[in-house]
C-alpha cells in the first residue's frame, strides 16, 4: 500500500515524479497514525491544538522546500511552541489528477512556499512515495 521508492533523493531533488509535483505534508507521530487510520490527510483543523481561529485546510510543502524538523519548525510553523514536534514524520506524495492549490509564501520574504488544499486528501488520489520518519537532513 505504501510505497518506500528507493530513490526518493532523486525524485524530491528533481522535484517531479513521474512528470507531477512532488508534495511534502510534514506531521507528528500521532499526527501521521492518524492519518494512516482515515487514509487521509484531513483538511479540518485541531482546534484544540490549533485554537478557534485555525482555518480549514491540509498544509504542504514543495520538494524544494525538503526540510529537517528544526528546519520546518522554524521556516513553516514559525517557530510556534506548540508545533515543536510538528515535522518529526511526513508523507510524500504526487497527486493522480490535477487539483487547484494555493500557493504563496509561509511569510513575506520568506523562501518556503506554503500550498494549501481546502479539502481533504484521501489515499485513493495520491501515489504515496514516501511516509514515515522525517529523512531530510
Known amino acids: 500500500m505504501f510505497s518506500k521508492d528507493h530513490r526518493i533523493d532523486m525524485h524530491i531533488n528533481n522535484g517531479l515524479f513521474n512528470g507531477k509535483i512532488i508534495y511534502i505534508h510534514y506531521t507528528s507521530k500521532e499526527g501521521l ?6 487514509r487521509k490527510i484531513s483538511a479540518n483543523p485541531n482546534r484544540a491544538r490549533r485554537g478557534d481561529n485555525a482555518k480549514k485546510g491540509v498544509y504542504l510543502a514543495l520538494a524544494k522546500d525538503a526540510m529537517n524538523n528544526t528546519y520546518a519548525h522554524n521556516l513553516l510553523f514559525l517557530g ?43 489515499f485513493n488520489k495520491i501515489n504515496i512515495l514516501y511516509d ?3 529523512p531530510f537532513i
Open 33 to 38: 497514525a492518524a492519518i494512516k487510520m482515515q
Open 80 to 122: 510556534e511552541k506548540k508545533y515543536e514536534a510538528s515535522a518529526m514524520y511526513c508523507i510524500v506524495f504526487v497527486f493522480n489528477t490535477t487539483c487547484y492549490l494555493h500557493s504563496a509564501p509561509v511569510s513575506s520574504g520568506s523562501p518556503a512556499t506554503e500550498v494549501i488544499s481546502l479539502d481533504d486528501i484521501y
Open 132 to 134: 514515515g520518519q522525517n
